[in-house]
């Protein structure tokens, strides 16, 4: 069972989802504004936040910032349908995944379960590629000896890549492998967590020597 913080304004919709969730085996805690969410989430820290984005007072964007820079708690947002502005920001802002609303049960569940199933993996060895040091057995990553904190999205994202170094892999690939999401899916989740993970691990993230872009392909991680 895993601890949810569900920050939603709207009554009808944050009811009816903690209680669809809570049958699905999660333990819901509930917040109606940006505020409160961020004294509910410093109070007890949860396994996940599910974060509506069009709050009053603090919005869910500063919302979600703010729960980044705190540590690496995943964030799933829930956005209107087709709402591009909602989709970058949230994604930029942070978020690991998003769910359009109306938000069905089964879906959310579906997504708060891949998220959560991120930070673990078949048992790998210890992998050593120039200063950066990967640990799937311990959830590790280090550069240059430092531990460096990831997101479990981007902690998987970076064991998918590393796996086969210098192996492309598309958008599409990358989003059924990390996200598992069955479908022609959204190439923005992909490209906002490369560019956060670059940002952690790479000397000069416009230069990436780790995460690699192929044009026209995809990602592929630097051969060593």
């Given at each position: ?95 690991d995944d998003y769910v359009v609303k109306p938000a069905r049960p089964t ?51 970076l064991l998918t890549l590393s796996r086969a170094p210098g192996r492309v ?20 989740l992909v490209d906002n967590c490369v560019q956060r993970l670059r940002a ?25």
């Amino acid at each position: 069972m895993a601890s949810i913080l569900l920050i939603e304004d709207d009554p009808l919709v944050r009811r009816g989802l903690q209680l669809a969730l809570s049958r699905h085996g999660h333990g819901v805690r509930t917040a109606e504004t940006g505020e409160d969410g961020l004294r509910e989430f410093r109070s007890s820290t949860p396994d996940l936040v599910v974060l509506d984005l069009m709050l009053p007072g603090i919005d869910g964007f500063e919302v979600c910032r703010r729960i980044r820079t705190a540590g690496e708690v995943p964030v799933i947002m829930l956005t209107a349908r087709g709402d591009d502005f909602d989709v970058v920001g949230g994604l930029a802002a942070g978020a690991d995944d998003y769910v359009v609303k109306p938000a069905r049960p089964t879906v959310l569940d579906a997504r708060i379960r891949a998220v959560l199933r991120r930070g673990t993996g078949p048992a790998e060895g210890r992998r050593v590629h120039r200063d950066l040091a990967i640990d799937p057995v311990a959830v590790t990553v280090s550069l240059r000896g430092e531990p460096v904190p990831l997101t479990p999205t981007e902690l998987r994202l970076l064991l998918t890549l590393s796996r086969a170094p210098g192996r492309v892999f598309s958008r599409q690939q990358l989003l059924e492998q990390v996200w598992e999401h069955d479908y022609l899916g959204d190439s923005r989740l992909v490209d906002n967590c490369v560019q956060r993970l670059r940002a952690k691990i790479e000397t000069e993230p416009a230069a990436p020597e780790y995460v690699q872009t192929v044009r026209g392909f995809g990602y592929r991680f630097g051969p060593v």
